[in-house]
């Protein structure tokens, strides 16, 4: 009998952890310590295991191709690490002793540099001649001990403070120092917990910044970054002179990627196959996220030009005139990207960026991972997946801006499987967005029906201003995809019928509100043949503005300044 303990960590409340402060340094230094804590201190806790001579150690290294485990094939060693990413982590053991040994140790680790952060391990014997790995860890460890530790959580009860105490600024507890000693200015100082001052280490350059070293050897690996930083504040991400700043925050997440792995598993013949096959497949897909964030990293380098000594991103149009500019920000002698990743690896990517960047950028990582994803080993095609961008004001809290990108990829989702008859048809990448001006009151959905739903005349059924979510790739016979709506926006900030007549694209905007008569009326007075046109369109969209009750230009005139092509065909 060749009996094995397996083990599974798993993180609790990572988008809360990550995403709970409205700092965006804050929000680097949760996503690097949880990235950390499930796989680089992972391995760091299995090597001191072998330091105090319990057994040796294997740990699988993603840069090669020896997928196949060896705690079966070597005595020697006690322990291996089978697979981490996205917030789990799935290791053997030759024993219980061993299994408890290394739990204290990664525990310990984690309380002690990444307060805050909560993780539930359970452990589970197999044998490994009897029992497949892959319903051990799903039935007995993720679906079973796993969920039973969640439901009962143990009540976490920090100690407020003894006597007189001051809290966190970020986390209400209480406070052990001030963020000027980890690289805040000190005018803009706040007290801090132990946990923020955790996040901060990550992004400090006195403690040798390791957030930002990740992302150099990961995302920017083999880019040439020409002299520009990576930003650590919204304030670093672009402005224009004399306007308001926006930033934008994208989120992007796989389409039904993990049955797509468990029907994987499924054709493992046996253990050592399953191994060899959750190696493989999570590889290859971890390496199709890194490339599709470094293909939109890479073309937003190769968009920035010089301009009177100040580094530029310009939108032009044939004519080479500036339809739009960011400006780099320019600070202590260092020149930002308009664009820094915050969470990447796997299919669970967000990022952040100028706000006229934001819905570019989001679908050409769609475009990217699915040609990065077109190879996985299971031989079942590319990936799709879905992204919200939420386009909001720089200094608006961060933590309720990625809340709502988060909302919108959740939109696009339900709108792909509606549109694919709950998945009975292929599915594809979407993407959904919201521009908020102001304050945003209510979820979405409520947003949307108090705002973009007006009822015209033609129709007895309330309409919809918004033709959002759409499809990011283009499709047969369908309208609503991002290249249609790219080249809309392109022909309303660059066609001579349009073109610096601000005035006229706004009335328009007014009159859509009114159905499709009004908009007739509008096309004659300014002797326009059709409205900018939609590939794949019926051609009453064009003249009516209205198809099926969805407006098909309200959106474009909404996007007109938040929206730069980069490697967009409108740039033709």
Not at 118 to 142: R, S
Not at 243 to 257: C, V
Not at 467 to 479: A, T
Not at 507 to 518: F, I, M, N, P, S
Request: net charge negative; with cysteine.
């Amino acid at each position: 009998m060749n009996n094995l303990v397996a083990t599974v960590i798993d993180t609790t409340g990572i988008q809360k952890y990550i995403f709970g402060s409205n700092r965006l340094r804050e929000n680097i230094g949760g996503s690097y310590l949880v990235q950390s804590a499930t796989f680089e201190w992972v391995k760091e806790c299995l090597l001191e295991i072998e330091k105090l001579e319990l057994g040796k150690v294997y740990i699988f290294d993603e840069e090669t191709d020896e997928f196949a485990p060896q705690i079966t094939r070597n005595s020697k060693i006690a322990a291996e690490l089978v697979y981490a990413g996205g917030g789990n982590t799935i290791l053997l053991f030759k024993s219980e002793e061993i299994a408890k040994e290394f739990t204290k140790k990664i525990t310990t680790k984690i309380l002690h540099e990444a307060p805050g952060l909560n993780i539930v391990i359970a452990h589970e014997k197999l044998d490994w001649d009897k029992e497949l790995l892959q319903e051990v860890i799903d039935k007995k460890l993720i679906q079973g001990k796993l969920e039973n530790e969640k439901r009962k959580p143990r009540p976490s009860m920090p100690i407020l403070g003894l006597g007189v105490t001051a809290t966190c600024n970020s986390t209400g507890l209480v406070a052990v120092d001030t963020s000027k000693r980890y690289g805040i200015p000190e005018n803009d100082s706040y007290l801090v917990s132990r946990e923020i001052v955790a996040k901060l280490k990550t992004v400090d350059r006195r403690h040798n910044e390791p957030a930002n070293k990740k992302l150099l050897n990961t995302i920017f690996k083999g880019l040439d970054l020409g002299g520009y930083a990576i930003p650590y504040d919204v304030d670093d991400l672009g402005r224009s002179e004399g306007n308001s700043s926006y930033i934008a925050i994208a989120h992007a997440d796989g389409n039904r990627l993990g049955n797509r792995f468990q029907n994987y598993l499924q054709t493992a013949s046996n253990n050592e196959d399953c191994i060899v096959k959750i190696r493989k497949f999570s590889q290859a897909v971890n390496y199709a996220g890194r490339n599709a964030l470094r293909a939109v990293a890479e073309m937003v380098i190769n968009s920035i030009t010089i301009e009177d000594n100040q580094a530029v991103i310009k939108y032009l149009d044939k004519s080479g005139n500036v339809i739009n500019k960011i400006t780099l920000q320019k600070i202590d002698g260092k020149t930002y990207l308009p664009f820094r990743p915050i969470v990447y690896g796997g299919d669970d990517i967000t990022f952040v960026c100028d706000g006229r960047l934001g819905l570019s950028l989001a679908a050409k990582l769609l475009d990217k991972f699915e040609e990065f994803t077109d190879n996985l080993p299971d031989n079942e095609g590319k990936v799709t997946a879905c992204a919200g961008i939420a386009i909001v004001k720089t200094h608006y809290p961060f933590a309720k801006a990625y809340a709502l990108s988060e909302a919108l990829c959740g939109q696009a989702k339900k709108w792909m499987k509606k549109e694919t008859n709950d998945y009975e048809k292929p599915i594809f990448s979407a993407l959904d967005w919201h521009i908020a001006a102001s304050g945003l009151i209510g979820s979405i959905n409520e947003i949307r029906k108090r705002e973009y739903e007006v009822q015209i005349p033609e129709l007895k059924e309330v309409a919809s201003l918004v033709m959002r979510p759409m499809r990011s790739g283009c499709c047969e016979n369908e309208w609503r995809t991002w290249s249609g709506f790219a080249k809309v926006v392109h022909e309303l900030n660059t066609h001579e019928d349009w073109e610096n007549r601000r005035n006229k694209v706004m009335t328009l905007r007014d009159v859509l509100r009114q159905g499709h008569e009004a908009t007739k009326q509008f096309r004659q007075l300014y002797r326009l043949e059709s409205l900018p046109k939609f590939p794949e369109a019926n051609t009453n969209l064009g003249k009516e503005g209205w198809y099926e009750g969805i407006c098909g230009y309200f959106d474009a005139i909404e996007a007109m300044e938040f929206y730069i092509p980069l490697g967009d065909s409108t740039d033709e």
